[in-house]
């Protein structure tokens, strides 16, 4: 069995984003929302001091994480598909 090539990591996001991507992405903050949430919440409950800031923290990191795919999703998706040939077109 020959090893698997590893794919190439995408530095920036593209500058359409596809149905199934949109999807994903809107999956991924829901899961993201939640997780902060649940951190909050249990950062609340929890008494001792140095657990309480681990978990604020990851709770921070899921709201970070949040925020950037709620950034890359703030595009014109309309106008960027415009500039991307459609199956048919010629290219001028």
Not at 21 to 35: C, R
Not at 40 to 46: D, I, P, S, V
Not at 50 to 68: E, F, K, N, S, T
Not at 70 to 82: P, R
């Amino acid at each position: 069995m020959a090893p698997q090539q590893a794919q190439p990591q995408m530095t920036t996001p593209p500058r359409v984003i596809t149905t199934k991507d949109a999807s994903y992405l809107k999956d991924q903050m829901s899961w993201l929302l939640v997780a902060a949430k649940k951190c909050a919440h249990y950062a609340k409950e929890c008494t001792d001091p140095q657990v309480r800031q681990a978990i604020d923290r990851i709770g921070q990191m899921h709201q970070r994480h949040y925020q950037l795919l709620l950034g890359h999703l703030k595009t014109n998706n309309s106008q960027a598909m415009q500039s991307v040939p459609q199956p048919g077109q010629t290219a001028h």
